[in-house]
């Protein structure tokens, strides 16, 4: 009891709904292990709720060296019918999604409580970021990986891992005939472990989110700046959207690829698909134009509306002796004309009617 | 993020600067970054060298390899003890339009890569760069 | 190597600060001895270009004019160009061209005038 509320103390730092579930599990656990259950269930209820709060256990170790080959020994010895009230219940469970087979509950079961055993009998129920804690990662991150392609979502996942918490409290409660002050830590010390081990799927659950949508804003980049040979030494390049920083990036790369590839000389830099040009806007093209010259080519920017011309001057932006077009027409007469290609119309040629142009 | 492994250079001699860049091209190139990108990290890598050791009195480098889910970080962190650099805010100015910057390329380190991060005292320099790339 | 009035360096991978230092020494004299009025600098091998490299051939652009010489720079990788002007380096005085044929053209012409022209695309040369 004085060893709880002792602790009480830096939980209640961190975390008071946590703090109050842990008196009421200390008050409890003699009284009726049902309601302690309840109490425990709710406590993982908030903790799935903030999912980001990284180091909610951080300040507290209850695992002293007893605990740690107590829970190990327990585990051990009991560790065949923690799996089959853990798999029944997670069976028995309606709302497990359906892309989850039952076979798969079962591996993933197996696999996980052989892992977590052989951790804990490395003796650090604290710290999960140590080596030997690292397999058991390993295996939570592939299946969280698995599980949301399977299509579950990272709550169900984590109750994966939080619903052990059930098969273990019967478990310990029915053994725990001898000693009380015994039971408390030693579900205290599995507890810590087991949330910040569900926490742990559902941050890499988090990150695999993460790195697809880079990957999907990296293919978008990609596929939305072409450059386009227009001419023999005629490139154009229409930009479309914001100039920023990242397409720039691709534009120059692209562009100066492209210059080498076909030999050209002349790129056209449409700016009509741009909405709003800013100083930033103008670095990006100027940069361009830098990038393209240091090759030995050089650039006309086309596409500039009488707005954008306006803003330009107001802003103070130096265009220096960068060759500039309204429309893309033009720009192109020019880049013709540098490049010594005349355009000429014959009478006879040609089959669509003309009028005067 | 994991720190893969690391690597101390020490940059001592004019020469140490090319050697770093041999080695930094060595890392870049396993690590299977852009083509693009290993040259600006190479590059990065020289400028910040050469700061160590003209302005640095000499100093080091420490080379980390990082791990994440989808990309592959490299990271760099230069570290000397000459008089440090008065207006951090100033050195950083250099744009590719202007000519600013106090000759130290930092502003040029800094949009070469990803991340850019420095502490500056009387009591030396330290900056710290990582780029990342994608992987396949 | 000489092509008629113009000299033909091919800068080789990285190296030494030192090397490119001398490498603008060597030419200034080779400029002299053999008197070219143009200089063709291949850098498609080159991998790196920093502040210092960026210096260099700066210099050696600057030097070149003064004994009245032009110079260009042919091959440029992207990579390097995307580098340099991030790094925001200025080549100002130094000529670029794609390829080596393009550099030709590109000097011919510059020497031909004798003096600085505006080319027909804008560039001054």
């Known amino acids: 009891m004085l060893l709880v509320c002792d602790k009480k103390g830096s939980v209640c730092d961190v975390f008071p709904l946590l703090a109050l579930t842990l008196y009421l599990m200390a008050k409890l656990v003699v009284k009726s292990p049902t309601q302690h259950l309840r109490t425990a269930c709710m406590s993982d209820l908030v903790l799935l709720c903030c999912y980001d709060a990284h180091y909610i256990y951080g300040s507290i170790s209850m695992a002293t060296e007893t605990t740690t080959s107590e829970v190990s020994h327990f585990i051990d010895e009991f560790d065949k019918e923690i799996l089959a009230e853990w798999t029944s219940q997670q069976l028995s469970d309606k709302s497990r999604s359906a892309g989850v087979s039952n076979a798969s509950v079962q591996n993933s079961s197996e696999e996980f409580l052989k892992l977590f055993r052989d951790s804990i009998r490395k003796g650090n129920l604290v710290d999960t970021d140590s080596l030997e804690w690292q397999p058991t990662l390993q295996m939570l991150s592939d299946l969280s990986v698995s599980r949301a392609t399977q299509g579950s979502s990272p709550t169900e996942t984590a109750n994966f891992i939080l619903s052990l918490k059930q098969a273990l409290f019967a478990k310990l409660v029915s053994n725990s005939g001898k000693s009380t002050a015994g039971l408390e830590s030693s579900a205290w010390a599995l507890w810590t472990i087991l949330d910040k081990l569900a926490l742990h799927t559902t941050e890499v659950f988090q990150k695999s989110r993460e790195a697809v949508i880079r990957r999907q804003q990296k293919d978008m980049l990609e596929m939305s700046t072409p450059v386009i040979k227009l001419w023999d030494g005629v490139l154009v390049v229409p930009l479309i959207g914001t100039l920023d920083s990242a397409r720039t990036q691709i534009v120059m790369e692209n562009l100066l690829q492209k210059l080498i590839d076909t030999g050209s000389q002349i790129a056209i830099l449409d700016i009509t698909g741009v909405p709003t040009v800013d100083t930033q806007t103008a670095q990006h093209l100027l940069k361009t134009v830098s990038a393209t010259r240091l090759m030995g080519a050089d650039c006309i920017i086309s596409g500039i509306r009488p707005q954008i011309a306006q803003t330009i001057v107001h802003l103070g932006i130096d265009i220096q002796d960068i060759k500039t077009r309204a429309t893309m027409a033009d720009a192109v007469k020019e880049a013709l004309r540098v490049s010594g290609w005349v355009v000429n119309r014959h009478a006879a040629e040609g089959n669509l009617a003309r009028g005067t142009v | 993020m994991v720190v893969r492994s690391k690597e101390l250079r020490y940059i001592r001699t004019e020469d140490d600067i090319a050697i770093l860049r041999t080695s930094v091209k060595r890392i870049v190139a396993l690590l299977n970054f852009g083509p693009v990108s290993q040259t600006k990290v190479v590059t990065a890598a020289s400028e910040l060298a050469r700061n160590v050791f003209e302005h640095g009195k000499g100093g080091l480098v420490e080379i980390e390899l990082l791990d994440e889910t989808d990309k592959v970080g490299l990271r760099m962190i230069f570290v000397d003890e000459g008089d440090g650099i008065s207006d951090v805010t100033r050195a950083l100015e250099d744009g590719y339009s202007t000519t600013n910057g106090m000759g130290l390329g930092l502003g040029g380190a800094k949009r070469l890569m990803d991340e850019f991060h420095i502490e500056s005292n009387g009591g030396g320099t330290r900056v710290s760069v990582t780029k990342w790339d994608l992987k396949a | ?125």
């Open chain 3, 1 to 125: 190597m000489k092509i008629g009035q113009t000299l033909l360096v091919t800068i080789q991978v990285d190296f030494h600060d030192r090397v490119a230092l001398a490498l603008q020494e060597d030419l200034s004299s080779k400029i002299v001895d053999s008197g070219a009025k143009g200089v063709l600098i291949d850098i498609s091998a080159l991998e790196m270009v920093d502040s210092f490299m960026g210096r260099v051939l700066g210099n050696i652009a600057k030097t070149s004019r003064l004994l009245d010489c032009h110079t260009v720079l042919v091959g440029m990788q992207p990579a390097i160009a995307i580098t340099i002007t991030e790094l925001g380096i200025s080549l100002k005085g130094i000529h670029t061209a794609l390829t080596a044929e393009h550099g030709l053209v590109i000097l011919k012409k510059m020497i031909r005038t004798g003096e600085l022209e505006v080319l027909s695309d804008g560039r001054q040369v």
